[in-house]
């Protein structure tokens, strides 16, 4: 392996997202160099615009993408590094706000800028146009940046100053919501499934149910952006009682039906609260 100086960007972290993000910089035209704390990783993207690298304070670029597995393992393999005046530090790693805001102060010491990103797709879309990338930290220093890293995922947007902002989408859309919804959406698919519902059939019911999703969730956003949850709709008493029922039915199949029981005990906490009346949308209120 090679020292490398004038590269365009700096990829710290070669396991699938981050070899991912080597070859897509290297097809958009970009020269790299890939750092890698168990080398062989980084040597096999070695190629015509791709150098592997030894040492990573030997890596000398404008932008420097962290792609370990958490911030802390990043600034560990960047900390040889210590000027880092004319440069940027790009960490991309799942987190916490704080994880994002310690990386900011890490790199600003040290003279350099910082944004802070969490990546909404798997490897195998990085490179595409549809991929997402949610970039937070200065306006400035994504418009300095954002070109280069628009060839890692083409619907990428910056979401705010504050570093910490995409960290926060992160978990609330990603883990709150995505994981929640794609475990309980597994657990139905496959009670479905074994009580014999033909799988085009389950396909195509699921596209009306995601549809059907796409509007109640706008109309969550808006009544909690207006405070307003009064409803001619369904309450939560109604989605309780629709919630029991079909939780009466999983159940005498055998099914334990975990996130729809999690889900019914977070409407009846809710209609014993005296919120039965409420749209569902009350159920997003900080607690009072």
Known sequence: MVVVTGADVVVVGCGLMGSAMVRAFAGAGRS??????????????????????????????????????????????LDPVRDWRGRTLVTLPSGTPADAEAARDWVVDRGGEHLDGVILCYPQEIGSPDAVILYAGPSGTWAAHGPVLGALAGASRHVAEEVGTAKLLDAGLTGAFYVSALVAYAEAAGHLIDRGTPPDVLRALTGVALEILRHATDEVVTALVTDEHTTDQAT??????????????????????????????????????????????????PPR
């Open 32 to 77: 790299v160099a890939a750092w890698n704390r168990t080398p062989e990783r980084a040597l096999a993207l070695a190629g015509e615009r791709v150098a592997a690298v030894r040492d990573v304070a030997g890596a000398v670029a404008p932008l420097v993408v962290a792609c370990t597995s958490t911030c802390e393992a990043a600034l560990e393999a």
């Open 236 to 285: 939560i008493t109604t989605f309780a009682e629709g919630a029991r029922a079909a939780l009466t039915a999983v159940r005498a199949t055998g099914s334990p039906a975990h996130l729809l029981t999690a889900a019914l005990h977070r409407l009846d906490t809710a209609v014993a609260a005296g919120s039965g009346s409420l749209a569902v949308s009350a159920l997003g209120l």
